[in-house]
Each structure stands twice: as structure tokens, then as C-alpha cells.
């Protein structure tokens, strides 16, 4: 039970600092410059199973990851702020909250996900 709590608590503490970095990483991206990068990665796969390296494709897969991690980010945000609201009006010492629990592994999934598309 005391390790649970520890954990829960570890992650709600990151949580919480979550929004400062989220801002911070969305105030840092700016777009790639596409003269910096001397080998582009293989990241479409044709439709025979071979990677497509043609710039078109490249281009059209990066915006798409972009596109999602931008979606998933805004999404962690809100739940990091909506987990920060609740740990704030709740004593987790005395209650432990399944919905607190619920919104923590969620936000933890996410960044996961936002971790392997920006990896991808």
C-alpha cells in the first residue's frame, strides 16, 4: 500500500510539473530546417514493403507525425491541469481518489505515445 502510494504520488508530482514543461517544449519547436539534415530517416514504407525515400513522402510523414504529437501534447496539457486541479482539492494522503488514479495513467499512456511518435 505504502509503495502504491509512493508511486502515485511520484506521479502526481511530475504531473504537476507537467504543464511548465509542455509549454516550454511547445515554445521550443520550431521547424526542422531541411538544409541541417544531411540524411533524412527512413520513416514511409511503400506499399511493397521497401521504404519510400522519396522527399514528397518523407515530408508528408513528418507533418503528419507534427501534426499528432501537437494533438497529444495539447491533450497532456489538459490533463495535467485537470489532475493538478483535482490533487489540489482533494487530501490524497486520506483519499485516494480512483479518478485521480484514472487521469494519471491516462496522462502517463500519453506521454508515452508522444515519446515514440517524436522517436518515429
Request: glycine share 2%; aromatic share 2%.
Amino acid at each position: 500500500m505504502k509503495f502504491e502510494r509512493r508511486r502515485l504520488g511520484a506521479i502526481v508530482a511530475g504531473l504537476i510539473a507537467l504543464p511548465w514543461c509542455v509549454r516550454a517544449l511547445l515554445a521550443s519547436q520550431e521547424p526542422p530546417d531541411p538544409a541541417s539534415q544531411a540524411h533524412p530517416p527512413d520513416r514511409v514504407i511503400a506499399p511493397e514493403g521497401r521504404p519510400d525515400r522519396s522527399p514528397e513522402a518523407l515530408r508528408i510523414a513528418l507533418q503528419e507525425n507534427q501534426n499528432q504529437i501537437k494533438k497529444n501534447v495539447q491533450r497532456l496539457y489538459e490533463l495535467a491541469t485537470e489532475l493538478k486541479s483535482e490533487v489540489e482539492k482533494t487530501d490524497s494522503s486520506k483519499i485516494l481518489s480512483l479518478n485521480l488514479v484514472k487521469k494519471a495513467e491516462e496522462a502517463e499512456k500519453l506521454a508515452k505515445q508522444i515519446k515514440t511518435l517524436a522517436r518515429t
